[in-house]
């Protein structure tokens, strides 16, 4: 398994600025995501986050809304930026480990005013 | 890309009761997992059941690919047991898992 710690847990935002939520990972692993869960809803891939190149978007992301930073393979950073209360959601980051499981952080709960 | 339908949407049952929850996709898959979500949001891997059958306490997994089905089932339902149970499929070719819409289930003592 991995341990995946994800900050922060949750936050209140306004209207228009930026958050960034970090997720660290115990192991290193070669595959990162990032998923959103609105509220009652399912998980949705926001994007693959591909260590030492650009972050690859599902359909419906993009870069400028939801840079996404990989350093190295312990480490990744989703930025929501110019945010609107439709942006409030739990964030979750993810590994796919040599297992095959995909294991997540414990997410972050953001909420826009 | 492959669609995974879960059923039933809702689930209540009384503590001690026994449960079967379904996942149904649309190709061929490569992987297949169930999750648990409890009440406070954190996700659990519950299963790695690409085909086969497994079993861990209470809980076990059947996936028969050729049908395109798998099944959750949950002997002895505990309160504990409460949250949303999610089905992830990744079909063949793809790089991600596509999840179903969930099933929520409701153990009440």
């Known amino acids: 398994s991995a341990v995946i710690s994800q900050k922060p847990s949750r936050d209140i935002c306004q209207r228009g600025t930026s958050l960034t939520i970090q997720c660290q990972v115990d192991s290193q692993v070669t595959m990162m995501f990032w998923y959103r869960q609105q509220p009652g809803q399912s998980l949705t891939l926001i994007a693959t986050?591909?260590?030492?190149?650009?972050?690859?978007?599902e359909s419906g992301f993009v870069i400028d809304k939801f840079p996404i930073s990989r350093p190295n393979l312990t480490f990744s950073t989703l930025t929501v930026s110019n945010m609107s209360p439709e942006d409030s959601s739990i964030y979750l980051c993810?590994?796919?480990?040599?297992?095959?499981?995909?294991?997540f952080g414990s997410g972050t709960q953001l909420s826009v005013l | 890309g492959i669609q995974v339908e879960q059923s039933p949407p809702d689930l209540i049952l009384q503590e001690g009761a026994n449960s079967t929850l379904r996942c149904n996709f649309s190709?061929?898959?490569?992987?297949l997992q169930w999750f648990h979500q409890n009440p406070w949001g954190q996700l659990i891997n519950l299963f790695y059941?690409?085909?086969g059958t497994k079993q861990n306490g209470r809980l076990s997994a059947t996936t028969v690919a050729t049908e395109r089905y798998s099944l959750l089932y949950i002997s002895s339902s505990q309160t504990t047991d409460s949250g949303v149970y999610f089905c992830a499929a990744q079909g063949r070719g793809a790089q991600k898992l596509v999840f179903g819409q969930g099933t929520r289930l409701t153990i009440n003592p």
């Open positions: 986050a591909n260590q030492g190149s650009e972050a690859t978007y």
């Open positions: 059941i690409p085909s």
């Open positions: 190709d061929s898959v490569n992987n």
């Open positions: 993810s590994v796919w480990t040599d297992t095959e499981k995909l294991f």
